[in-house]
């Protein structure tokens, strides 16, 4: 019956234009039954299963730890085994541009053929001023191969006549670090690890970022909020996304990307939740949050959550974030620096409500390839205003019976129409001081 499917590596998330192969369950030759799980991709965000859809005999295109561009082809299932003998294995495509396939059958010689260079091997060759002739005979050549290479024990050093590359200022490139195996345990980066840090140096890596503060004043926030949560109790979060997501309809520079030439405007507003609970660092989405009630989108961070627990996270609920708000208010920090997301123009920080203040801060962080900081300010003090309108009414009014711990005046008797200011008292405790004793009057 010849040939009887034909395995792809899928497009998943407009993101991932290339997928790690991480297991391959099977040699090539074996039967495989309908529905048997025969690989495994990894993504940026998740793990993909690939399954025979039918009896037959696999033969792998492909090999475990590398990354392969989509639509290539990596397997097979034929309904015979001879017809799997001798499978070429594809090296991973090199700038768009697919390398010559390697027969995994009869003995090593010398490659006589193009020698291939990975994008990381490029570069790390580029940095380091190592010809590419010292890689002669070689069919493939990976960012491996060039790290050991640059080791101080090989003695390798730059060929005469090929100068070393700098940067602005004629300041030379570093090398990798070197890793002394009797001081350090150097571990592998999982595939996760290494899109998660092309993602993020992406837009780091040009400077062109900036991160603004504002407080929020949370005293009494939480008497309203929390009669719309049933279990995020004294939480930001959800209503941080209700009202950013509303917000971001009016603030489009927000909730686009620098494309290299142009800015990609998103036509939805998908916000995503950063969560790191022992199993990595994920981004989940609510979709279409502008049009959720705030108990709706509580309902949504806790189904979210639970299937990241449990690792049964949909592709759709990782893909298509156009917004990142990262909450680390349990952590007690006092403020941080978010860092902008690959294919975002901002993201949004949250940290601990000072118990003495009843204050926390937000931090923008935002791409100045897209936005200004005049803008994102806006939005930060907007987004503040709609926060401080969900503080108790009776709260304000309890307000206006405190007095100034110094002259004991009361904030009904001030004049000055400005109001008196939150402070530590000199006994430790939380207090007031009306503007008069403030500037030494």
């Known amino acids: 019956m ?15 234009t290339s997928l790690t192969v991480v297991e391959i369950n099977f040699t090539s030759g074996s039967q495989v039954k309908k529905g048997d799980i025969v690989m495994v991709f ?49 090296r991973p495509a090199i700038n768009g541009v697919a390398a010559a396939p390697v027969v995994k059958a009869g003995p090593a010689s010398v490659w006589e053929g193009e020698t ?32 050991d290479l640059l080791q101080p024990a090989s003695g390798i050093q730059a060929p005469k006549g090929e100068p070393a590359v700098t940067r602005a200022g004629n300041a030379p490139n570093r090398l990798p670090l070197p890793a002394d195996p009797q001081k350090v345990i150097v571990g592998k980066l999982s595939s996760a690890k290494k899109r998660e840090i092309e993602y993020l140096g992406d837009i780091q890596s040009t ?40 917000l971001l309809a009016d603030y ?7 494309t290299g030439d142009a800015i990609a405007h998103y036509k939805e507003v998908n916000p995503g939740f950063a969560i790191d609970i022992d199993k990595g660092l994920k981004v989940l989405k609510i979709a279409r949050a502008g049009q959720l009630t705030i108990p709706a989108i509580e309902e949504e961070i806790l189904r979210l959550s639970g299937s990241y627990l449990d690792d049964t996270l949909d592709i759709d609920d990782l893909t298509d974030i ?109 207090g007031y001081i009306c503007q008069s004793c403030l500037k030494g009057f």
């Open 42 to 90: 990894e993504t940026s965000k998740t793990t993909y299963d690939v399954e025979a859809a039918s009896d037959g005999y696999i033969q792998y295109l492909c090999e475990a730890d590398h990354d392969y561009e989509v639509n290539t082809v990596v397997a097979r299932v034929y309904s015979e085994a001879g017809e799997t003998a001798a499978p070429p294995v594809h």
């Open 252 to 258: 489009p520079l927000l909730n686009a990307y620098f």
């Open 322 to 430: 156009t917004f990142t708000i990262t909450d680390l208010s349990s952590e007690g920090v006092a403020f941080f620096r978010p860092l902008v997301n690959k294919m975002n123009s901002s993201i949004l920080g949250i940290s601990a409500i000072d118990a003495r203040l009843q204050r926390c801060t937000l931090s923008l962080t935002f791409d100045h390839r897209v936005t200004e900081g005049k803008l994102a300010a806006q939005f930060l003090k907007e987004l503040k205003d709609r926060l401080e309108s969900y503080r108790a009414v009776d709260t304000q009014a309890a307000l206006r019976g405190v007095t100034c711990f110094k002259c004991l005046k009361t904030l009904g008797e001030d004049l000055s129409g400005v109001g008196f200011a939150r402070c530590i008292t000199p006994e430790g405790k939380d």
């Open 116 to 147: 291939l260079f990975s994008r990381e091997a490029t570069r790390l060759m580029t940095e380091a001023g190592v010809a590419p002739s010292l890689f002669t005979g070689r069919d493939f050549v990976t960012a491996k191969d060039v790290r």
């Open 2 to 16: 010849g040939l009887l499917q034909e395995i792809q590596v899928p497009l998943l998330a407009v993101n991932d």
């Open 207 to 246: 400077g062109l970022t900036s991160t603004i503060n504002t407080f929020v004043e949370t005293n009494g926030i939480f008497t309203h909020i929390n009669r719309s949560l049933k279990h995020l109790k004294d939480a930001l979060l959800p209503v941080i996304l209700y009202e950013s997501a509303r």
